[in-house]
């Protein structure tokens, strides 16, 4: 079968791989639509997740369950089970958590094996939405992390993390948003969902600053530009560092949480909203050319008004 493989070297290629088995409690999924995400691009640039090489990549996907015919999307962390966070309910912090399409064959591929209990119905969804289950997975688990906000909050970035937040954020009726990213055109998708405000840089005291880019500089704004009292939510994965002043953390009694993944419920809870979700901004190519604007996002060749690129695999 046809799959894009990180094959090492800073590379992916289109590579024909032996199509999957399914072992005992998992099923065959037929890929319909699979995203690429920051995540995919780290993996390939050898920076944090590590995945060993050769790995078909991919965890944003909706498919058919050869099973039964059921359109489903995948969860894809998977958890042991066993341990004290997942006794906890939060598999997503699970010791021995492993993620499809890192650690084990994705969805940039016909046909992967997925544990049944990682499968949730698509129900009304289109494929484009079906694919984003992920990220508004994560922007919703961000949200929860933050207190529930009052005042102003304030996103740091209009990739589709960002905008997947700032859909949370306008879908619980938060208001007085306000979202900033260097780039004109994805501050116009921003305005486009609701931003009441956009800007280059961030102004203002907020409650809760989303930091979803990730660098030295934004996590510093994250931190530093929330009110006392303020909490900042980290997402962005940029940078390995978090360098900033203790003065106005401790002083201010600033908070700063990190963000990873989501609950499955929180998984659950955001497929629910998919219907809503427009995806305008989602940019769709057909796997044949899959290659080639994976390697044109790695070298940063794509415009920027294509926040979110998916392939087609195969037609429902
Ligand atoms: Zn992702
Ligand atoms: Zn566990």
Known sequence: MKALVYVGDARVRRLDVDAPQAPEGEVLVQVLQAGVCGTDMCIVRDERPKAEAPMTLGHEFVGLRLDTGERVIVNPLLACGHCRACGEGRAHLCERRQVIGVHRSGGFADRVSVPVGNLVPAG???????????PIATGL????????????VAVLGAGSIGLSVLFVLKRFGVRDITVTDLSDERL????????????????????????????????KDAALKVRAGGTAVLVGLHSADL???AGPVIGGERTIKGSFGYTPDEFREAVGMLPELDTGWVHTVPFEEAEGMFTALLEGRLPPRQVKLQMRMSAA
């Open 188 to 219: 116009a998708f921003a305005r486009a969902l609701g931003a009441d405000v956009t800007a280059a840089g961030i102004e203002g005291s907020f409650d809760v600053i989303y930091d979803t880019v990730g660098t030295v500089s934004t996590r």
């Open 141 to 152: 688990h961000a949200f929860r992390l933050g207190p529930q906000p009052l005042g102003p």
């Open 243 to 245: 360098a900033m002043p």
């Open 124 to 134: 009304d969804t289109t494929a484009a939405q079906a694919a984003m289950a992920d």
